[in-house]
């Protein structure tokens, strides 16, 4: 006969590795004490541990400074008079421009400003509202792009360049009418 009857098959199949009751008392008591001596231990660990006072990550005005709205809005005097460009200067350029911080360009530097002033006034300009290697866009600051422009201009003018200082633009009444005016004028 064989030893591979349907009766041993079935046997075989169903076995598995706890075979008398001693062990199936030993695996339903591990399998319910260790998990909760592993949750014992955990709770310890969190709360006894030694915890740093409250961090400046933490602090009033860290928390405050995160939860702070996205946008913000300022008010300017759009009717203040405009500065001149040595006035930019003294005010936003002068702690690069003066020591030749990180490649800045020094004020009256001939030698440095004169490649500079070949590209012209509009490269100049778009370089300081936008920024350029480290000097960060001055554009959206406190100054007008117009008083940036002088502050190029007075820079650049410094070193050698022939630059005109930009004026403000006519008021919208006064553009509209002179174009009218040199119409009728010329009849």
């Known amino acids: 006969m064989n030893d591979n009857s349907p009766a041993t098959a079935s046997d075989e199949a169903h076995s598995g590795p706890i075979k008398t009751p001693k062990q199936m008392l030993l695996a339903v008591t591990y399998s319910f004490v260790v998990p ?13 541990g030694n915890k740093p006072a409250a961090t400046e990550a ?7 400074a995160r939860i702070q709205k996205i946008g913000s809005i300022e ?15 003294n005010a ?22 004169a490649p500079r002033n ?8 778009n370089s300081a509202l936008k920024g350029k290697n ?16 002088r502050a ?17 633009a006519a008021a919208p009444a006064e553009a509209a009418s002179a174009p009218a005016e040199a119409a009728s004028a010329a009849k």
């Not at 949750?39 to 660990?45: A, E, K, S, T």
């Open 152 to 168: 190029v201009v007075y820079m650049a003018n410094s070193a050698g360049g022939k630059f005109e200082e930009p004026q403000a």
């Open 36 to 48: 909760i001596f592993a949750i014992i231990g955990l709770v310890y660990y969190v709360t006894l």
């Open 75 to 89: 008010i300017r005097d759009v009717n203040r008079p405009l500065r001149s460009g040595e006035e930019v200067f």
């Open 118 to 125: 070949l590209t012209g006034y509009d490269a100049l300009l």
């Open 58 to 64: 933490n602090s009033e005005q860290a928390v405050a």
């Open 134 to 149: 480290a000097m960060a866009a001055q554009g959206g600051g406190e100054f007008q792009d117009l008083e940036i422009g």
């Open 92 to 113: 936003q350029c002068t702690a690069c421009h003066t020591a030749g911080l990180v490649g800045a360009p020094k004020l009256g530097d001939a030698a440095a400003w």
